[in-house]
């Protein structure tokens, strides 16, 4: 059993900067990997950003390249999201998760076993 636990989020002006944090209550296995998503009030949870946690290579929603950059630190247990430029639309509750294999589609809700409480980031000016 992995617990994440989200911190990072607040309200932001458009063109503002945020970063997330995602810390897990035990180490990550190499296998595994971290991602973001994210759910605006009346939509459906949409993939943001994954993280392989062995090698580090990266993925990213077209709407997060160039903005958003996804990283983490093996020895804090903690996976973190830049996110720079942001737009109203970008608001959302955004959450993280952990998949325990590498089984599965990394953009995929069903992937993953384990998910943070949520963190609301509001971009409004």
């Known amino acids: 059993q992995v617990q994440l636990i989200e911190s990072g989020g607040g309200s932001v002006q458009p063109g503002g900067s945020l970063r997330l944090s995602c810390a897990a209550s035990?180490?990550?296995?190499?296998?595994?990997?971290m991602g973001w998503f994210r759910q605006a009030p009346g939509k459906e949870r949409e993939f943001v950003a994954v993280?392989?946690?062995?090698?580090?290579?990266?993925y990213y929603a077209d709407f997060a390249k160039g903005r958003f950059t996804i990283s983490r630190d093996d020895a804090k247990n903690t996976g973190y999201l830049q996110m720079n430029s942001l737009k109203p639309e970008d608001t959302a509750v955004y959450y993280c998760?952990?998949?325990?294999?590498?089984?599965?589609?990394?953009?995929?809700?069903?992937?993953?076993?384990?998910w943070g409480q949520g963190t609301q980031v509001t971009v409004s000016s």
């Open positions: 998760a952990v998949s325990s294999s590498s089984l599965g589609q990394s953009t995929a809700v069903t992937s993953y076993d384990y």
């Open positions: 035990r180490r990550i296995f190499s296998s595994a990997r």
């Open positions: 993280i392989r946690w062995s090698g580090g290579s990266t």
